[in-house]
C-alpha cells in the first residue's frame, strides 16, 4: 500500500515555479539591507532552550504554548520561534560587540511556532530581519524603520501603514504596570484564564491578547505614553523628528506592546489591511535590555523582522511584479548518434559561459524533443542531424519570432549564440516598461 504522507500541518512547500518571487523579496530585502551597512548572519536552526526562556520571556505567548522544544539525551533544545535571540547569542560568542559598534546583521531564516494554521499563520514560516546593536540614540531607531519602509517601497507593496509606539523603560513600566493593574483589576471577571495569570506576571501583556472580550477591555486601558520618563519621552520626541525629516509617515498606535518580552522604548509595526487577520508584515522595536539578560553588558540594540510568507500574500493581492523567472535559453536537439555527441559538446560551451541549456536525456525521437523545448518554453532550438555536421552548419530558431539564423557547429557556435541572444534581450528590453533586470 502506498504511504501517502503528506507534509505537516501548517509546514509550506515552494516548487521551483513559484521560488523567483521568494527570490524577489530575498534579494530586494538583502540588497537594501547592504546598502545600509548590513552583513548577512546565519545561525543555526536550534539552539539551547534557556535562550528563549530568558530572551523571549517566560510569560509571552511564544514560550508558553508555541515552542517545539525536543529532549536530546540530557539537553532541551528548541527550533528557533524567532530569529532575535540566537542573531545576538552569536553576536556575543563570536565577539563581535568588542569590535566596531553599531553592529549590523541581517538574516533570512526559518521560524518554528505551535500556533493554529490559518492564512499568515504557519508553524513553520520564514522571516527575513536585521539587529543593530552597540546605539541607543532614536537616530537607530529611525534608520531601521526607513530601511523596512524602503523594503517594503522597492517591492512596490502599497497601502501598508507604518504604527509606533513607545514602551518605556523598566523605569516608567513599574508606574505603568501599577494602572495597568488597577485597571484591568477592576474587569478581572471578564478576562480570560491566560490574563489572570498575566495581571500578576506581565500585565502588559493583556494588551496584547487576541481573545476578543480581553482586546475590547483592553481598547480603554490607561496607555503607556502618559508615563514614560523624561528620557524616554525624549526618545520618542526625536524618532518622530527623524521620521519627519526622512518623510516617512507613521501613526503613533499605544496599543501596540509586542509579543516579546525583550522590547523597550520604540516599537513599531507595518500593518495592512488586505490580507484578513494577520496583517502586520513586519514586527520590530528596541531592546535594550537584552544583551545584558544574557551577557551582563549594557548594549543597547533593536531590530525588526517581517514574515516573507505575509508579504508574498500581499504581493500576490496586489499583483506586484516579481523578478524574472529563469527559463531555457538554448535546446539542443539531436537526431541520430553523432548529432548528440556534438550537442553535448555545444551544450557544455554554452553552459561555460553562463548560458541555460538543456538537451535530450529521455532517448526521444526529434518531435518529443521539439514538443519538450516548446513545453518548457525555449527561448531558442537548433537541430542538428547528419546533414548539419556534414555542412558544418545548423537552423538556431527564436521560438518566439520563428526567425532562422545560420549558426556554424564548430568553436564559434557559442559567440555566434551570444550576439543573437543579446539581441533578442536588447529587444524584448526596448518593449518593457519597467523591466526588473536578473
Ligand atoms: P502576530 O501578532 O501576527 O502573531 P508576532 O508578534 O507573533 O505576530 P513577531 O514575533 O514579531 O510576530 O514576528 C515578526 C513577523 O513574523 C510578524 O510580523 C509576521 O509577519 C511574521 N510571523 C509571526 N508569526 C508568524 C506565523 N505563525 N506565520 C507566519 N508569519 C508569522
Ligand atoms: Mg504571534
Known sequence: MALNIKRPNGTEDVIPRDVHKWHTIEKIARETAESYGFGEIRVPTFENTDLYLRSVGETTDVVQKEMYTVMAKETKFTLRPEGTAGVIRALLQNGLLNEALPQRVYYTLSCFRHERPQAGRLREFHQFGLEMAGSDS???????????????????????????????????????????????????????????????????????????????????APIILDYLCDECRDHFEKLKLYLDTLEIEYSIDPRIVRGLDYYTKTVFEFVTTEIGAQGTVCGGGRYDGLIEELSGHHVPALGFAMGIERLLLVMEKQGCDYLTPRRCELYLAAMGDEAYTVCLKLAKQVREYGYYAEYDVMDRGIKAQMKYANKIGAAFTVVIGDNEISEGKAKLKDMESGEEHDIPLNDKFLGTFDSYYVDKIMNVFDDMENPIPL
Open 138 to 220: 532614536p537616530a537607530a531607531d529611525a534608520e531601521i524603520i526607513s530601511l523596512a519602509s524602503t523594503i517594503l517601497r522597492r517591492l512596490e507593496i502599497k497601502n501598508v501603514k507604518l504604527l509606533i509606539n513607545s514602551i518605556g523603560c523598566p523605569t516608567c513600566r513599574a508606574e505603568y504596570h501599577k494602572a495597568l493593574r488597577e485597571y484591568f483589576g477592576a474587569h478581572k471577571d471578564k478576562l480570560c484564564g491566560t490574563c489572570h495569570e498575566r495581571l500578576e506576571k506581565n500585565p502588559m501583556r493583556l494588551l496584547d491578547c487576541k481573545v476578543p472580550e480581553c482586546h475590547e477591555i483592553g481598547k480603554d
